[in-house]
């Protein structure tokens, strides 16, 4: 295949288009973002960049130079509006086209939104790209009461941030616990207990039923048991929704993302897709949706090498991570079905892990403040051994022991 | 601004400015050299950004700090008594002319 492009300047776009060249891809490579800033750091946009710790140019991930050195050819603020598969072109919004051999959608993501009337007021932001980051960390400096409505990663590393700058912060989430579709019950009562200690206030089971504002700017939140917190920064982290309707209407296959194979193949023999707008059919029929750090640089590295007519599955188990405060939370492999969990170590010394099982077997580990743990529990996970739970209970126990 | 250079895998040697304040991994990403996957984005929790220190500007490492002594046990190359995550090391001006060389393996 000579001439590959690339959809969506994201991580996994930038991926695709770097692994080719590594891989000895000499033909053209045209990387196409529709944001007017080349590919960028996302972690640090809830985190560090809010705090002033992350500069601006610390996000750009290449240079000028750097893509001029690998042959990229960059295009932003421009983006696709129609793939010809029978022509093998793409329609541009400029009016151009773009013709291709190889077609890698890396789409990304967008924010889900708020269905109530004024989430489109000042002072009410989603965080998912740097312009939203840039628009909340200006507002933050002059905001007294900061809501988050969602409490996930993205909303809680957002409370944690505004917090340590002093603001008053209300986090409403609408289950009976954190980050409930991701960690266990203990792990919940942790980040509670993390956030009340720093002053946060968290309202679990809050049903948001309104927005209070005044001449376009939101003043406050409202919920169905009739409380009302006040609100001159509004933040919304419900989820996002994958970039999958070029594809569907390219008539490619999509189910709740564009639908790919570990290698990230699509229907389509000449397009493949990576990143948050995939949603990956398992060996079992199933599809599995990622939105993770990793889920792109993977996907990204086999959309490459499919397109270049070799095999590269993505076997890693997946892996994610959350920075909140102090406290480095990183996690190995999907809990969901999980029949027991083991913790290791003291969760009041902020250092520990829990070990998730599911029929007698390990599925997923979650470890705090640990990275080495994390690291043995990525190679205990990718290569199937599970430690018994007197083992995984026992910190006297060097679980890295049981992988050499 | 202070210059590194950096051995990419296969031997080629690349020289950049870095800004004081600034990680090498930042420095060496955002220049194109390779090698270096620092898949976390640099907050010490991968160890895929790993190199070996050398020349006289060594000596003027502050030693790893717990994070990433523990890291540096993982990584898929050989750990060395020079092995250092590059995201752990901020650019100062002493540390003009320090030799990088990045690990043949990151994971």
Redesign the interface.
Known sequence: MSDIVILGAGLAGLTVAESLR?EGHDGAITLVGDELHGPY?R??LSKGYLLGATLEA?L????A???A??GIVLKTGISATAIDRAGKRVAMSDGSTLAYDGLALCTGSRLRPLPLPGADWQGVHGLRSLDDSRAIAAELKTADNVVVIGGGFIGLEVAAAAKKQGKRVTVLEAADRLMARVVAPLISQFYFDLHAGHGVDVVLGAMVSELVGRDGHITAVRTKDGREFPADLLIVGIGIIPNAELAQAAGIETNGGIVVDACSRTDDPAIVAAGDCTARRLDDGTLRRLES??NA?EQGKSAAAALLGKARPFTATPWF?S?QYDV?L?MVGLTAGFDQVVTRGDPTTRKFSALYYRDGKLIAIDSLN???E???GRKLLDTGISPTQQQAADTATNL?SLVA | MPFVTFIEPGGNSVQIDVATGWSLMQAATTSGVNGIEAACGGSCACATCHCYVEGPAAAHLYPPADDEKSMLQTVAARQNPNSRLSCQIVMSPELEGLIVRIAEVQS
């Not at chain 1, 750009?60 to 240079?63: I, K, L």
């Open positions: 590594a750091h972690p640090p610390q750009n991930m290449r240079a130079e750097a893509y050195k690998k750090v990793q640089t991570w920075d480095k990183q640990q990275p080495a994390h690291m043995t890295n």
